[in-house]
């Protein structure tokens, strides 16, 4: 009987009725952009997200483009082609590094892809931290010759710098 009131106790306590739904995520995509919310119900998110577009980038079509619950951690990632760039949406994914190893898995997989560059990753609370200069080389990159003149190089960065200390 006690069990049962303590367990009765717990799932009525004001700390467990006071925590709000987990929210989803939903992205709307145009030629020159993405968009999202945040919001429990599909179709809720996924309108913000193409009414924001629609606003922002007036005159070009919005698709609604992705949508997960719980929305966890996602990313968008820039995959540069020969002749135009992409934009990849991941949502959904349960810690921040296995978002990353999918992004790079996605731009390992895709054998058109010049690199990748990972842009934005959004927390499970909905803070967007904006990244810079996280690229990955693409199966489409070309490669790397190494300089048979400098022996000691340690790849392309002391070609491109040529003041770098020698790695050797």
């Known amino acids: 009987m006690r069990l049962a009131f303590a367990l009765l106790l717990i799932l009525h306590s004001p700390a467990i009725a006071q925590d709000p739904p987990p929210h989803g995520i939903g992205f709307a995509q145009a030629e020159e952009g993405t968009w999202l919310c945040r919001h429990d119900q599909a179709e809720e998110a996924l309108s913000c997200a193409r009414e924001q577009c629609s606003e922002q980038a007036p005159g070009q ?3 609604a483009t992705a949508w997960c619950f719980p929305a966890n951690w996602s990313g968008l990632m820039t995959v540069w082609l020969e002749d ?3 934009t990849h949406v991941l949502c959904g994914v349960p810690s921040e590094s296995a978002l990353r190893q999918a992004l ?3 731009c390992a997989g895709d054998h058109s892809a010049i690199s990748c560059d990972i842009t934005l990753i959004i927390n ?3 803070v967007e931290v904006p990244v810079q200069d ?3 080389a693409g199966p489409a990159a070309p490669a790397i010759v190494p300089d048979p003149e400098e022996p000691e190089s340690t790849g392309a960065r002391d070609r491109l710098d040529p ?3 020698s790695g050797g």
């Open 163 to 165: 003041d770098a200390p």
């Open 134 to 136: 996280e690229s990955i």
């Open 61 to 63: 079509e919005c698709w």
């Open 104 to 106: 790079a898995g996605i």
């Open 84 to 86: 135009f760039h992409t």
């Open 124 to 126: 499970p609370e909905g």
